[in-house]
């Protein structure tokens, strides 16, 4: 067995990025290995008939199940937008248990999480999924600990991550834990992608949610939010922006934006937060005022609940990045 193979579970109406995301970054990182140490991505399927991707690619799969009972280093199940409301498989969560459990990790990129939690894999572990599909994962597998805003998310050899793109995020992490932070970096710019985004990240900024018209309630209080964070924006205070009563702006906000005013609120305080500690040495205080939060402590707990780092750890975790970026470019093929 290759060094480090790697399955990738795949099945109809899989999304094709899921799959080429994670596995042109171990082929990337194969430039920079000896061949000894090489990754060996192979896809795997129910059978040898091509897999027909969600936007009409033809995937052509290395094995069938049955030709896939061998110990992987690693196995990761690719989403596909229909992945959340198909019904169990039982070959597939079969061979889930057999050999995704016996590799020396395993995961999902997006939606994979379903057939994970199918197979009974995701019980008693803390994983992630696309934000829009989390909810329906919690429902579905209420034996998991799913946590909608992440990146991904690391439980011992369970390595889940949120939706698309994502996928790359994960997989650069996984080069990082096999040969260093350095090489994940390199992999990354010849990818042209953020090597920085971390499992503790957000999945989305609020900045980048979709703006409604200005003139409506909920617009109103957007753009007044986004320009007036050091300010006290409790609800009462956004309906008086709004134009409207504290219920009708809490209900507006779940109605276009799917979060309440608070989560809203936090969030973009809280992404603000991020970007003064990735970007400045500024004192923690002095960054918990400007971004509206009442006291350190405050957005302390704020970041724990939704980062799942503290803003110092967050903050170190970047300057090592950094660190990490200037001795990138010893690394060579």
Not at 288 to 305: I, K
Request: glycine content about 10%; aromatic content about 6%.
């Amino acid at each position: 067995m290759a060094k480090r193979q790697i399955a990738v579970l795949i099945q109809d109406g899989v999304q094709a990025l899921d799959v080429a995301g994670p596995l042109d970054v171990f082929a990337e990182a194969n430039g920079f290995l000896a061949r000894s140490e090489y990754y060996d991505g192979l896809l795997v399927a129910p059978s040898h008939a091509p897999v027909r991707a969600s936007n009409g690619m033809a995937l052509m799969p290395h094995l069938s199940l049955g030709e896939a009972e061998r110990r992987f280093h690693t196995v990761l199940v690719a989403g596909g937008p229909t992945l959340p409301d198909a019904a169990a498989d039982p070959m597939v969560s079969g061979w889930l248990q057999s050999c995704g459990a016996r590799a020396e990790r395993y995961g999902s990129v997006c939606t994979g999480a379903f057939a994970l939690g199918h197979a009974g894999l995701l019980d008693g572990r803390t994983v992630t999924t696309h934000w829009q599909n989390a909810a329906l994962l919690a429902a579905r597998f209420p034996k998991a600990r799913v946590e909608p805003d992440r990146i991904f998310a690391r439980d011992g050899a369970l390595i889940t991550s949120a939706g698309v793109t994502a996928g790359i995020d994960m997989a650069l992490a996984l080069v990082s834990e096999d040969h260093g932070e350095a090489l994940a970096l390199a992999c990354a710019k010849r990818l042209v992608v953020v090597a920085q985004r971390q499992g503790g990240q957000s999945q989305f900024s609020p900045l980048l949610t979709a703006r409604i018209d200005a003139d409506s309630p909920v617009g109103k209080v957007q753009d007044y939010v986004l320009g007036h964070l050091d300010e006290p924006l409790h609800v009462k205070r956004l309906a008086e922006i709004g134009g409207t009563s504290p219920r009708s702006i809490a209900r507006l906000f779940v109605a276009e934006l799917g979060v309440t005013p608070h989560d809203f609120v936090e969030s973009v305080r809280i992404d603000q937060a991020r970007k003064l500690l990735e970007m400045t040495d500024r004192p923690l205080k002095a960054i918990a005022f400007d971004c509206g939060f009442a006291s350190t402590e405050q957005m302390r707990g704020a970041f724990q609940r939704r980062v799942g780092l503290n803003p110092a750890r967050y903050r170190e975790s970047f300057r090592g990045h950094r660190q990490a970026d200037s001795s990138a470019g010893r690394v060579r093929r």
